[in-house]
């Protein structure tokens, strides 16, 4: 078990890192994670190459969820001035470090952030993710979109401020 929490302590901390931001608050989240994951073990069933990270890393993202879904404003922050364009502009990140990128990120409200995360890094459907949060497809789709809006005006200010 602890050959297990140290090698897949970090990257867990990187996955609960891209929800939450208060240090003290990840820290919780991943002893409550492995506490359910070591708790859990005698349910795995081997399915290859990475899948018990991958099971690892479901149970992490779900109590982070869980943890998210205590504050009950977490999802309803409508930034003013991110109109929903209707565009569906791509930023361009080439050549900006992953350390300002996933900073960019982290700055982003709660709700854009988590629904962006979910889509982009958990790689789930609009649907899964309004399932997972309670949400609808069209709330998930829209923070989605104003989430990558307000980066490609982070990613070109910083480029901005860096040319």
Do not use: C
């Amino acid at each position: 078990m602890a050959d297990l929490y140290r090698r897949y302590a970090g990257y867990l901390t990187a996955v609960v890192s891209r929800y939450v931001s208060d240090r003290d608050d990840v820290k919780d989240i991943l002893q409550t994670s492995f506490v359910k994951i070591f708790t859990s073990m005698d349910r795995f069933e081997y399915r290859g190459n990475g899948s018990v990270k991958a099971w690892m890393t479901r149970i992490t993202v779900n109590e982070t969820l869980k943890f998210l879904k205590r504050d009950e404003k977490f999802l309803s922050a409508e930034v003013v001035g991110i109109p929903d364009s209707g565009t569906d502009e791509v930023p361009d990140a080439d050549g900006i470090p992953a350390a300002v990128i996933q900073d960019m990120i982290s700055r982003l409200p709660q709700g854009y952030r988590t629904v962006f995360n979910l889509y982009v890094f958990e790689e789930k459907s609009h649907k899964e993710i309004a399932a997972l949060l309670g949400i609808s497809e069209g709330t998930s789709a829209s923070q989605f979109h104003r989430a990558k809006a307000m980066l490609a005006t982070k990613i070109r200010e910083y480029r901005k401020r860096n040319e």
